[in-house]
């Protein structure tokens, strides 16, 4: 099978006894060893057992099989958040002395990592606010340990040059290079085929796609995944095997959701393009997004993020929101429902007000996670939202 959707669909757990259609839910803590030699061949990894279900489940390993599979990773690890993934994803590498190239448009709380926690264990950073090759390898240091990006990023969706990251890390083989990958999804997206190490997710978002559970993971290389384990085994950010079946079975769905979410976000970039009480609109298969032909190089359509700007700054931001009658105001993303957030006050706040500036995040700025609805209902209250509060 080669394409997406039939791998991920047939990439299923082994059956039980009871020879189940569908993968139950493996609701256990622990397993039982046959034997103490079972056991102790297990601790001792001459022979590969579940043990306990803080190190792995059922129910997580076939989750984290189908977004290998759909990544085209070695291996993977599940987290019981997208942060806890992204915080894992520095953690288990970092030293003191140790040295972070970013890119600067990432996610407030792995600003907040960053720029907050890192620096007590003695971990720099360094930021590169532009596409530009020649910039993020003048950034790299002789310690620097992981370079990072989001790409797109949020809310700002900018874009990096994958191909051309992935010649940067030919040079540079001892950096790990990670990207978080939650806002393309492995389904428009394949970083690690660029020779990227790790891609990361918020399995909340798009994965899930129903608003339901939290959930992140990690895909990439057996040696780094590897070292994630150890990490993990004795961090304990388990993903609940609860919450891997809800994901598992989601990602059957995903590439069908995919489609309508980004031919809906699509129709939503076109239609407010143009409009007056618009001062921009930012979508990366828009020609007028400024890496609109690298996006078509690299992802294969546009995402289901539409962010624009209403005149009328902050205040008309706050009642064009409160105007909306189906869509509905929350800080998560990447649901079958849309969604409207404002960045400057909720996922963004705590950076300030010349960081968001540089993230182009005005205080007009909207970010519409466009849904599953039947686009002409989108578009239709957004643009009443607009007229309402002229």
């Known amino acids: 099978m080669k394409k997406d959707q039939s791998r991920i669909i047939r990439e299923q757990a082994t059956r039980s006894a009871t020879r189940e259609h569908s993968v139950p839910l493996y609701l256990t803590s622990s397993f039982i060893f046959e034997s103490a030699e079972q056991g102790r061949a297990i601790f001792a990894e001459e022979e590969e057992g579940m043990v306990y279900s803080r190190y792995a489940n059922p129910n997580t390993t076939e989750f984290i099989k189908r977004v290998s599979t759909l990544e085209g990773a070695e291996s993977g690890l599940a987290f019981a958040s997208g942060m806890a993934a992204v915080f894992a994803s520095f953690a ?60 797109p990023s949020n809310p700002g969706l900018e874009l990096y040059d994958l191909e051309k990251l992935g010649e940067l890390k030919k040079k540079y083989p001892q950096i790990i290079f990670a990207i978080d990958n939650c806002f393309a999804t492995p389904y428009l997206q394949k970083p690690l085929k660029y020779g990227f190490d790790l891609s990361i997710h918020s399995a909340t978002k798009y994965m899930d796609g129903q608003g339901r559970v939290l959930g992140g993971v990690i895909v ?117 429902r849309s969604i409207a957030t404002h960045p400057a006050t909720t996922t963004h706040a705590k950076l300030t007000d010349n960081e968001r500036e540089s993230l182009g995040i005005k205080p007009g700025t909207i970010r519409l996670s466009v849904g599953l609805e039947d686009k002409e209902d989108i578009i239709e209250d957004i643009l009443q939202a607009l007229e309402s509060t002229k």
């Not at 780094?224 to 598992?248: D, E, Q, V």
Request: net charge negative; charged share 20%; aromatic share 10%.
């Open 92 to 151: 288990a590498f970092i030293e003191s002395g140790d040295h972070i190239v970013s890119s600067r448009a990432i996610f407030g709380s792995t600003h907040q990592l960053l720029t907050q926690v890192f620096p007590k264990w003695g971990v720099t950073h360094t930021y590169v606010n532009t596409a530009d090759i020649d910039a993020w390898e003048n950034a790299i240091q002789a310690n620097t340990k992981i370079l990072f990006l989001e790409s």
């Open 220 to 336: 990439g290389n057996q040696e780094l995944i590897n070292k994630l384990m150890f990490f993990i085994r004795h961090t304990g950010p388990a993903m609940s095997p609860f919450n891997a079946w809800i994901l598992s079975k989601s990602l059957e769905t995903l590439g069908l959701r995919m489609d309508r979410h980004c031919s809906n976000a699509l129709a939503l970039a076109q239609a407010l393009e143009t409009h007056a009480e618009i001062e921009n609109v930012i979508y990366p298969f828009l020609p007028s997004h400024p890496q609109y032909e690298l996006a078509k190089k690299q992802m294969k359509a546009g995402g289901g993020i539409v962010t624009f700007e209403v005149k009328g700054g902050k205040d008309r931001a706050f009642r064009f929101i409160d105007e909306l009658e189906m869509i509905r105001y929350t800080s998560n993303l990447g649901d079958s």
